[in-house]
């Protein structure tokens, strides 16, 4: 069982203390600098005040990028299925001209 330890990581000029496992905690402090990069740009392009407002919109912002990136895997997945089928296929009538004695 991994142990929580507690790491302190610093958004849009504060800190927060969050409980993460140690083997974890590389994950978490690149997701803080992430978090905090897209909050940084959307308070300097002026148009979102206040921390919470700011907040909101990265986590708008993150989960739009996140599932659209996750909308073209599944369409990457689908169109490698219907590839993977058609060599499938192929094979099959490859395998059965083969045993009708004809040749490929």
Known sequence: MTQSNTVTVHILDKDYCIACPADERANLESAARYLDGKMREIRSGGKVIGADRIAVMAALNITHDLLHKQQRLD????STRERVRDLLDRVDNALAADQDGQLL
């Open 75 to 78: 369409e990457e997945a689908s």
